[in-house]
C-alpha cells in the first residue's frame, strides 16, 4: 500500500511560480512510476506529468510543456512539480498519483494510488 500526500499548494498572481511536493510512504516508492494530474471544476481528471522510477524518462500534457517541471528523491520518497508561468487556467486540484510500474504513463486510469489533492488558483 501507498500513502501520498500532497501539498505546497496555493494562490499565486499570473506569471508566478508554484513547486508541488508529494510524500509518499511505502516500501517501494522507487519502483512506481509517479504522476502529477489535475481537476479544475466542472471537467475530468487530466493528465499534467509523469516520471519514471529511475527519474530517467518524463512526460508532459502540451499545455504544461516549457512551463512545469517533474522531478523526484527516491531517497526522500518524494516527487515535485515545479510549476512556472502560471495562467490562470493552470486553476484545479492537483493530484498526485503512483503507478504499480516503474514505467511512466500519460494515461489517468493507469494510476493505482492516489492522493488527496492540493488546490492551485492562480489569479489573473
Known amino acids: 500500500q501507498v500513502h501520498l500526500a500532497e501539498s505546497g499548494g496555493g494562490l499565486v498572481q499570473a506569471g508566478g511560480s508554484l513547486r508541488l511536493s508529494c510524500a509518499a510512504s511505502?516500501?517501494?516508492?522507487?519502483?512506481?512510476?509517479m504522476g502529477w494530474l489535475r481537476q479544475a471544476p466542472g471537467k475530468e481528471r487530466e493528465f499534467v506529468a509523469t516520471?519514471?522510477?529511475?527519474?530517467?524518462?518524463?512526460y508532459y500534457a502540451d499545455f504544461v510543456k516549457g512551463r512545469f517541471t517533474i522531478s523526484r528523491d527516491n531517497a526522500k520518497n518524494t516527487v515535485y512539480l515545479q510549476m512556472n508561468s502560471l495562467k490562470p487556467e493552470d486553476t484545479a486540484v492537483y493530484y498526485c498519483?503512483?503507478?504499480?510500474?516503474?514505467?511512466?504513463?500519460?494515461?489517468?486510469?493507469?494510476?493505482?494510488?492516489w492522493g488527496q489533492g492540493t488546490q492551485v488558483t492562480v489569479s489573473s
Open positions: 516520471i519514471s522510477y529511475s527519474g530517467r524518462s518524463t
Open positions: 511505502g516500501p517501494t516508492f522507487n519502483a512506481f512510476a
Open positions: 498519483a503512483a503507478r504499480s510500474s516503474p514505467v511512466a504513463t500519460m494515461g489517468v486510469s493507469d494510476y493505482n494510488y
